[in-house]
């Protein structure tokens, strides 16, 4: 049973545009819920985070927006760019250790 | 840069065979986790280890063994090597505590089985 679930598999924008990938997770014990950028033959990167007692972080151009009634999360690029072209993951995780479940991946492409 | 370091950063392997992998955590780091990515797949949970103890365990089967080192380095040993285990190998370090469960992953390993 997948824990963590994303949409979409891949997205394309033009540049300046606003990406959105979305989560749903099912174990309402998560805690805590970072999304993680990966380069082509690179580890994942950590990109912003989220704990349940928020609706909404920001930081910088990424903005997470947080559900807690309908287990669901979802990443915002603003101002897209070439450079953010990667694999995006969202994942969750319960408690002090970080033993996280994976979302599937998002590709973001963004054309110039 | 992460300060998280694997070695070697790529590897090929006979089925049947047996791997050892490295990872050196950040400095400060206690706790090391390893992750196993398929080709196109999210990173899926191996085991963790906190101060040289298994701290849990994803659903893999035996053949993959781990240790910690009092320098909290790590290994990931595999056994037995099947076609399947074909994947980046990736560690994760952090210092687990109430409010920070921040995790850094090294560059991983590609381990190819043939």
């Known amino acids: 049973q997948q824990q963590v679930k994303q949409s979409p598999q891949s997205l394309i924008v033009q540049k300046g545009g606003i990406p959105i990938i979305n989560c749903a997770y099912e174990?309402?014990?998560?805690?805590?819920f970072p999304w993680y950028q990966q380069f082509p033959g690179k580890g994942p990167a950590l990109l912003i985070a989220?704990?349940?007692?928020?609706s909404e972080k920001k930081e910088g151009r990424f903005t997470i927006s947080f559900n807690k009634s309908a287990k669901q999360f979802s990443l915002h690029i603003m101002d897209s760019q070439p450079g953010d072209s990667a694999t995006y993951f969202c994942?969750?995780?319960?408690?002090?250790?970080?033993?996280?479940?994976f979302g599937s991946g998002t590709k973001l492409n963004v054309k110039p | 840069e992460t300060g998280v370091t694997q070695s070697p950063t790529h590897l090929i392997k006979t089925r049947g065979q047996q791997v050892t992998l490295r990872c050196s955590s950040q400095?400060?780091?206690?706790?090391v986790s390893w992750y196993q990515q398929a080709l196109g797949q999210g990173p899926q949970f191996i085991f963790q280890?906190?101060?040289?103890?298994?701290?849990g365990r994803g659903n893999f089967p035996p053949r993959f063994s781990g240790l910690q080192f009092p320098n909290y380095s790590s290994e990931l040993n595999v056994n037995a090597l099947e076609l399947d285990d074909s994947a980046l190998y990736l560690c994760?370090?952090?210092?687990?505590?109430?409010?920070?469960?921040?995790?850094?992953f090294g560059q991983g390993t590609r381990l190819t089985v043939v």
């Open positions: 280890y906190y101060r040289e103890e298994e701290n």
């Open positions: 994760a370090s952090s210092k687990p505590r109430q409010g920070n469960t921040e995790a850094f």
């Open positions: 174990n309402t014990a998560f805690d805590y």
């Open positions: 400095s400060g780091h206690n706790t």
């Open positions: 989220i704990r349940p007692d928020v």
């Open positions: 994942a969750a995780s319960k408690g002090n250790f970080n033993k996280f479940y």
